[in-house]
């Protein structure tokens, strides 16, 4: 489904904000964990402890379910399942083991690759929607279809380090449990999805990163086929 037409302009207008907004965001996040450093002479890795840092990380993560609400409404050619993925898996650590660990050492592993990435990729949507191919675009497409080979893997790396150094905090909160009886007849208990987590993460990483590697392959390929005709 694709809208068209004076809806279709307004629906793309908002998509372009929501680009802009997460570069921003992004860039604005990255920003302050380096001044944090500046300040300190030294890496502190419980960034999470600063309020600013992890509150612009909740705004900017949860409006990213905006990436699959356009990629449904046929805006972008984001495929909505395989963004649903991994916008969910990483409000879950977010907001179910970042929030209630701040002191986290392990946290950084995995903001600062989100940070680079998503200063990768937000750019590259916004050149490609604007139809830009040439340069800064094809930069953007250029790193896009490469960084994520290191930068993924360091991500889920810091992602499942984190959840397992929160594991006893995560035991005994037990956040947004629901125990019975209750007006829903209905228990629910995260500890569950956080063990799971350790599988379901790296399963989910592999088939992402699967994707993108086919992305890259046919990337790759057809960049060395216009280097053949130019030659």
């Known amino acids: 489904m694709a809208i068209k037409g004076f809806f279709g302009l307004i629906a793309r207008l908002l998509c372009l904000a929501h680009n802009l907004s997460q570069i921003f965001f992004w860039g604005y996040e990255l920003f302050l964990i380096f001044n944090i450093w500046a300040d300190k002479g030294e890496v502190i890795t419980n960034v999470m402890e600063y309020p600013e840092v992890f509150e612009n990380l909740k705004r900017i993560q949860l409006l990213q379910f905006f990436d699959v609400l356009f990629g449904i409404l046929g805006v972008t050619k984001t495929n909505p399942a395989i963004s649903l ?26 903001i600062i690759p989100w940070c680079i990435a998503e200063l990768v990729r937000y750019p590259y949507y916004t050149f490609a929607d604007l139809g830009i191919t040439g340069f800064p675009g094809n930069l953007f497409k250029f790193l896009r279809m490469n960084m994520f080979l ?4 360091i991500g889920v790396i810091g992602e499942c380090l984190t959840t397992w150094e929160s594991w006893d905090i995560l035991v005994e909160e037990r956040p947004y449990r629901l125990e019975m009886p209750n007006i829903y007849n209905f228990a629910f208990d995260p500890i569950y999805f956080h063990g799971a987590f350790f599988v379901i993460c790296p399963l989910g990483m592999l088939f992402i990163y699967s994707t993108l ?10 960049s060395t086929k216009k280097k053949v005709k130019s030659d």
């Open 213 to 222: 590697l086919a992305a890259r392959s046919k990337y790759m390929s057809g």
């Open 150 to 153: 290191i930068l993924y893997p």
């Open 85 to 110: 993925l991994q916008i969910a898996a990483r409000n879950f650590v977010v907001l179910t083991v970042f929030e209630f660990n701040l002191k986290a050492n392990y946290a950084f592993i995995a």
